[in-house]
């Protein structure tokens, strides 16, 4: 094994020196680049939270330089629209988390489902509680709180303490 390896090094060696500065450039610029340092909370905005029944696809987006975004959210309902005063949920990670690289103006999703809240206007929850309703949402990404209204202009509303997210992607 270890011979073949040295074999197929000194034929590329020999391939690289008989075609010139030129194979050289080409091989060293199809290799992979160093990769890029994880997001920061500064450099991060929320975009759109369009919702859909019980669903909410939360993206967010690389307004500095190019970075590379992992894991999940962290979701809060914000009380009277206030971070300050919000209600964290318990988060279920849905599917693997892997690194997202987020070019200047990039953008990773994610798309949160809640136990949805039945009926009509008032609705209610299957289980006999009360629905919890609030404007908007407040998620956790690379250490920043965004807060997100819904696309729609209506409230958040669902049942329980807790919200099932996928990783960004």
Same mark, same amino acid.
């Given at each position: ?59 967010? %987006? =690389? ?8 894991? !999940? ?5 914000? $009380? ?5 005063? =919000? ?17 200047? $103006? /990039?953008?990773?999703?994610? %798309?949160?489902? !809640?136990?949805?809240?039945?009926? &009509? ?6 289980? $006999? ?8 949402? %407040?998620?956790?990404?690379? $250490? ?8 729609? /202009? /209506? &409230? !958040? ?13």
């Amino acid at each position: 094994m270890r011979s073949t390896r040295r074999a197929a090094l000194a034929a590329t060696a020999t391939v690289l020196l008989l075609a010139g500065p030129a194979a050289a450039t080409a091989v060293a610029a199809a290799a992979p680049a160093a990769p890029a340092a994880a997001c920061k909370a500064s450099q991060l905005t929320a975009g759109a939270a369009q919702r859909t029944g019980a669903q909410v696809r939360f993206t967010v %987006v =690389n307004k500095g330089a190019p970075c590379e975004l992992r894991g !999940f959210p962290t979701v809060a309902l914000a $009380g009277q629209g206030s971070p300050d005063r =919000n209600k964290p949920l318990t988060v279920t990670h849905q599917g693997a988390a892997r690194a997202v690289h987020l070019a200047t $103006g /990039g953008k990773a999703v994610t %798309v949160l489902a !809640f136990t949805p809240v039945r009926g &009509e206007a008032d609705g209610y929850c299957a289980s $006999g509680a009360d629905p919890t309703v609030a404007p908007s949402l %407040v998620v956790g990404v690379a $250490g920043a709180r965004l807060q997100v209204a819904p696309s729609d /202009g /209506g &409230e !958040f509303a669902l049942c329980g303490g807790a919200v099932r997210a996928t990783a960004f992607r």
